[in-house]
């Protein structure tokens, strides 16, 4: 492990790679993901007449995300005539699951592949979790496949290719997840159609960087978050990012969810190593940024991850300097132990480090998610999800509930 400290001088690797912008839709595209105007544009190139969109489309909506049907002919409201044309020209596919884990305490992954661009191509894989926890479920959702960013403690980083995600591609993940727990059936059975869901949170913590596939991002968030259809408020999701400053405002203004950041070092000479986007965004205009976000109150704090690092962040001098770079910001703080990767240049901090790091951050009044009676079993977390047939092992679950206690 090569000990990283203040003296060092950062690397002169590229800050970020360039993403392929190579999607090209299906021939029959997808209705999963499409926003009420696009809806419309679907019926209209079938020929419904522009007064009926509205109706219409409110239909299809229903079905497609309070219902989460996967066959046109399940649209029982809708006339065969429409459905048929819709047919034609659409499906209501999501993204192909090619593996599922499903762990003894609840925690499931899956693995999802999404097509190469070109005739050939290997598929592109990115994972989707749920994490299951005390009345509520969550769900860890990817944006990217690989991220273009390369921070130099995480696997996805590592990864080459980058294409982002479309916003059907994210919607499509959380249907799958009530595809495969049997959560619209259970809303149904219950007669009232948004309770008793098992998928209530929705953490953007997966593959990528969701404030670098802005547009599709926020297109699917609002389809998640609509309480007409899937139905899991603004509140319940919450962004993750490594701190694409001018982007922060944009998502305070144009998506709405909760925020976390995350930071993992309170000087830019550390966090330009570890996070090397640092060097464009240093940590105060990211703290500005914060700061400035809208809605910030007691109820509705913006959370900080610090992934825990043995001997690079994770001494009592760190918890204190953090501590004060927070003052003011209302925040929680969510100490990640670090998960280590075949070639990782890290080591996760010892458990009496992360111990005293976390007792003193709760002393300073933050609440800090990594708790003593989850055990030794934390160390090794999991903050980025990657290999394709390596089964979630329990320490990386109870990292992954380290992560997903954001509220
Ligand atoms: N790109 C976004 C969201 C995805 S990563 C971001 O960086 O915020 C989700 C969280 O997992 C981030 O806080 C990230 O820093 C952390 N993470 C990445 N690799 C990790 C690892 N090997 N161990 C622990 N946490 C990790
Ligand atoms: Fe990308 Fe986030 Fe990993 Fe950094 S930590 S490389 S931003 S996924």
Request: aromatic letters at 6%.
């Amino acid at each position: 492990m090569t000990r990283l400290d203040a003296q060092q001088p950062a690397p002169a690797g590229p800050i970020e790679k360039t993403p392929l912008e190579r999607y090209v839709a299906p021939a029959r595209p997808s209705l999963v993901g499409l926003s009420r105007t696009e809806l419309a544009q679907a019926l209209a190139a079938v020929g419904v007449p522009a007064p009926q969109h509205k109706m219409r489309v409110q239909q299809l909506w229903h079905w497609l995300y309070m219902r989460g049907v996967t066959e046109f002919d399940a649209m029982t409201s809708v006339s065969k005539e429409l459905r048929a044309a819709l047919a034609a020209r659409h499906t209501l596919a999501r993204p192909e699951v090619v593996a599922e884990q499903v762990s003894v305490d609840g925690t499931r992954k899956w693995l999802i592949e999404l097509p190469g661009e070109h005739a050939g191509e290997r598929p592109h894989q990115v994972e989707t979790v749920y994490i299951p926890d005390d009345g509520r479920g969550t769900l860890c959702v990817s944006s990217q496949v690989g991220c273009t960013l390369n921070c130099s403690f995480c696997h996805t980083g590592t990864q080459r290719l980058v294409r982002n995600l479309t916003a059907g591609e994210i919607v499509g993940q959380v249907l799958i997840a009530r595809d495969r727990l049997g959560d619209w059936q259970a809303a149904a059975d219950k007669g009232e159609e948004a309770a008793g869901r098992l998928v209530t949170n929705i953490v953007m913590m997966g593959m990528g960087e969701p404030l670098y596939n802005f547009e599709a991002v926020r297109d699917a968030l609002a389809v998640v978050a609509d309480g007409d259809g899937i139905g899991i408020s603004r509140r319940r999701i919450t962004l993750s990012t490594s701190g694409v400053v001018p982007n922060i405002a944009r998502a305070g203004a144009e998506i709405g969810v909760m925020l976390a950041i995350s930071l993992h070092a309170v000087t830019d000479a550390l966090r330009n190593q570890l996070v090397p986007l640092n060097r464009k965004y240093p940590i105060a205009e990211l703290m500005q940024a914060c700061r400035d976000y809208p809605g910030l109150s007691n109820a509705r704090r913006i959370t900080f991850e610090y992934v825990m690092l043995k001997g690079v962040n994770d001494s009592l001098a760190d918890a204190r300097a953090l501590v004060k770079l927070l003052k003011g910001i209302p925040a929680k703080i969510n100490l990640i132990p670090f998960n280590p990767w075949p070639g990782s240049r890290y080591e996760c901090s010892d458990w009496d480090a992360i111990e005293k790091f976390s007792e003193y951050v709760f002393n300073a009044g933050y609440s800090s998610p990594v708790r003593t009676p989850r055990g030794r079993d934390i160390l090794a977390a999991c903050g980025q999800l990657k290999s394709a047939t390596e089964k979630l092992s329990a320490r990386e679950r109870m990292a992954l509930r380290a992560m997903a206690m954001t509220e």
